[in-house]
């Protein structure tokens, strides 16, 4: 993008936000908290569902070892994993083989645009992980922020990062909805693309960032796993860091895994899992227009009479 594109954006940005009413700027900013929460709990039920799926898979397996140890039927019981073992292998490779398939259909459906959309998973995961070997982007940036004596906080350590990054990806499409029609009508095409690819653009991005976190977690939990949180509100062995370090990566990585990071329908339901808040937006707004409305009538009414 050239400094001309660029300038013309800003003042075309700064044209249509001063074209949006204070009261809608100021409901705009109450989403936050909302999205705060909401990706907050999602990421805390998508851990609690499949810790739930594992527990249920181990109590089903250690009832079924159980009772082939009583009746003295274990190799028929192995014999029997062994060949569903087989079975997922074929089942895993053939899933394998349709990837590939979907991914060169993908490309080929729309070339420019969903080529765009993986570089810019790819992005998010560098800029989540810092590169292969796990040191720098985002969770590193504590070093710039806090220095060196604070190196691995629990703010860019952990979930939260994955948190900030997402509400505000998301606070941006809410406001590229909200903006978009104030626009000056002659205005950069770039604002047209943005709009209308912004869901798939912005939430690979999330969904690249939470990868490259979810993986340098990983990494700082068992190959680099000898630092420790600097600001944990209390002291622990470095087992327990590891393991706080681990859970991170874990919940990241399974949110990231059930939000799906591929142009799909369900990856699309993302982005629509947020009408509640602008069904919310618009009762605060009319409630919140009906208590101005009857204000200034109370107003008038007193100076009238």
Same mark, same amino acid.
């Given at each position: ?31 936050? !908290? ?23 898979? %181990?109590?089903?397996?250690? $009832?079924? &070892? ?29 899933d394998i083989v349709n990837f590939i398939k979907n991914f060169s259909k993908y490309i080929k459906e729309n070339p420019k645009t969903n080529i765009t959309t993986i570089l810019i998973f790819i992005l998010g995961a560098y800029l989540g992980s810092g590169g292969v070997d796990g040191d720098g982007g985002i969770p590193d940036l504590d070093l710039e922020i806090f220095g060196m004596g604070d190196h691995r906080s629990i703010f860019t350590h952990s979930i939260i990062a994955g948190i900030v990054i997402e509400v505000l ?19 950069? +095409? ?14 690979? &991005? ?10 340098? %977690? ?14 944990? !509100? %209390?002291?622990? !062995? ?26 799909? +329908?369900? %990856?699309? +339901? $993302? ?28 107003? $008038? ?5």
């Open positions: 993008m050239t400094k001309e594109n660029f300038l013309r954006l800003n003042e075309e940005l700064k044209y249509a936000v001063m074209k949006t009413s204070a009261r809608d700027l100021t409901f705009l900013t109450s989403n936050i !908290p909302l999205l705060v929460i909401y990706t907050t709990n999602r990421r805390l039920k998508n851990t609690k569902d499949i810790v739930l799926k594992i527990g249920k898979y %181990f109590s089903l397996e250690g $009832n079924e &070892f159980y009772e082939a140890f009583l009746n003295k039927e274990l190799k028929k019981y192995f014999n029997k994993k062994y060949k569903k073992i087989n079975n997922n292998i074929g089942e895993i490779n053939e990806v998301l606070f941006s499409i809410i406001t590229i909805d909200m903006i978009y029609d104030k626009l000056p009508k002659e205005h950069s +095409e770039i604002w047209d693309l943005i709009h209308e690819k912004k869901d798939d653009f912005l939430l690979n &991005f999330t969904n690249g960032v939470s990868v490259g976190l979810a993986y340098h %977690f990983t990494i700082d939990a068992t190959i680099d796993g000898t630092g420790t949180y600097k600001n944990l !509100p %209390f002291s622990a !062995p470095l087992e327990v860091h590891q393991f706080i370090m681990g859970a991170n990566a874990f919940i990241e990585g399974i949110d990231t895994y059930y939000r799906k990071f591929t142009n799909s +329908e369900k %990856f699309k +339901e $993302n982005i629509n899992k947020l009408s509640f808040l602008q069904s919310f937006y618009k009762k605060v707004k009319i409630f919140y227009l009906n208590k101005i409305g009857k204000a200034k009538y109370l107003t $008038n009414k007193t100076k009238n009479n």
